[in-house]
């Protein structure tokens, strides 16, 4: 899988026409909405209540519209202009912030009731600077993002870890910056559906219970709703199993071609025969 | 940017960490845009306000606010009052202009009511 980390910094990735994909790609948007919402749900707000949100590498909003549809006033960070002004363009109502999270927050302390973040932490695991260090840069934001939150709020973030170390990386830090809880992986058996949801908790709400790490969804191999992942075409040609699998040019195919050529009038169609959509044998 | 947010940013410059806060308001475009009235949202607000800030605020956009926030933070406020601060709080946008920290006079530039927040390499 190709990571768009590697490709280059995030301002510099998220362009107009990388931009413009969230606004007219279906799947993307109804991707990050059900990431969003399960954020959401896992963030565990009190119903029917009006909450100060913080929505981490907003991008062009769609996470933001979740929040705006559930009644939330919310703030969104990010640091490619092209995605701010989409969400400009989108009229969502959230307050926009061109920031770059890995320099920290500046909120005052106890600010949010919550904060969500939908693919965005990897990028923090990046070095594009000379001056950049990954490690630093997450300490500062994960200290600062503590303090700005209200005491037992939670901050969920779906995430790509590249790989255990990163995992390790971001969850030590966190740790070490004053959060609790764990990660919470999604359909873990499937390649595709598995998501991973970093659930921290900014300490505990004085005199109630201790904040346990939600359960969740699709271990016991139970298959994800909502948007399908499955890969259309391979699955249909491998439903040929048994016999050979057809090749896409065969008789069926050539004859055809030849028919319309013939409709058409082209001149020096070849006759039809028992060789016709033959292979040749390799000769000597 | 909505004025409850600026009432909660502080400048977040490494190194600046006293008397960051509130950002100084200047040239300033102000719209409003109206939105639905939530008194129980203010309410669960007004703890979090830093009154002083957001009177000092009010005035440069020529609204004046009582300078002590009254007594009474519970179910009988003022539906009055607490329009007023719904009509500051969530429905004045500052569209254009620039903030500056008290302390480290760092310029933060709003554009199209986006402030730029990112800091060069010295300043992170």
């Known amino acids: ?284 | 940017m909505r004025l409850i947010t600026h009432n909660m940013l502080q400048c977040h410059a490494k190194n600046c960490n006293s008397n960051n806060f509130p950002l100084q308001l200047s040239q300033v475009e102000i719209v409003n845009q109206e939105t639905e009235f939530n008194p129980m949202f203010l309410r669960n607000m007004l703890p979090k306000l830093e009154w002083n800030a957001l009177v000092k605020t009010a005035l440069q956009i020529n609204v004046t606010l009582p300078t002590v926030l009254p007594e009474s933070t519970t179910d009988d406020l003022d539906e009055e009052f607490l329009k007023t601060l719904h009509g500051i709080l969530l429905e004045t946008h500052i569209l254009q202009g620039a903030m500056t920290c008290p302390n480290c006079n760092r310029v933060y530039p709003i554009k199209d009511g986006i402030p730029n927040m990112l800091l060069n390499e010295t300043e992170a």
Not at chain 1, 48 to 63: M, Q, R, V
Not at chain 1, 184 to 206: E, M, R
Request: glycine share 8%; net charge positive; hydrophobic share 35%.
């Open chain 1, 1 to 284: 899988m190709s990571r768009p980390e590697h490709k280059a910094p995030p301002e510099i990735f998220y362009n107009d026409d990388e931009a413009r994909k969230y606004t007219s790609n279906s799947r993307i948007q109804s991707i990050q909405a059900e990431m969003a919402l399960r954020a959401l749900e896992l963030l565990n707000l009190p119903e029917n209540e009006t909450c100060f949100l913080l929505d981490i590498g907003c991008g062009s909003g769609l996470s933001g519209e979740i929040l705006d549809e559930e009644n939330h006033i919310w703030v969104g960070l990010d640091i490619s202009p092209s995605m701010l002004q989409v969400a400009l363009d989108r009229e969502v109502e959230g307050d926009l912030f061109l920031q770059d999270v890995g320099q920290g927050i500046g909120f005052r302390p106890g600010t949010f009731d919550g904060a969500i973040s939908i693919s965005a932490l990897q990028w923090l695991c990046n070095a594009d600077q000379q001056s950049h260090n990954p490690k630093s840069r997450l300490n500062r934001f994960f200290s600062t993002l503590y303090a700005s939150l209200r005491r037992g709020a939670r901050a969920i973030f779906q995430f790509y870890p590249e790989n255990d170390d990163q995992c390790e990386l971001i969850m030590s830090v966190a740790m070490r910056c004053g959060f609790e809880g764990g990660l919470v992986v999604d359909y873990p058996n499937s390649k595709k559906a598995k998501k991973y949801y970093l659930c921290l908790f900014a300490g505990q709400i004085p005199g109630r219970q201790k904040q346990q790490i939600p359960q969740a969804l699709g271990e016991d191999e139970s298959e994800p709703t909502g948007v399908v992942y499955s890969n259309q075409r391979i699955n249909e040609r491998q439903k040929v199993k048994g016999k050979q699998r057809r090749s896409v040019k065969d008789k069926d195919w050539v004859l055809r071609k030849k028919e319309v050529a013939r409709m058409r009038g082209n001149k020096e169609v070849p006759l039809d025969s028992k060789y016709t959509g033959r292979k040749r044998k390799p000769k000597f």
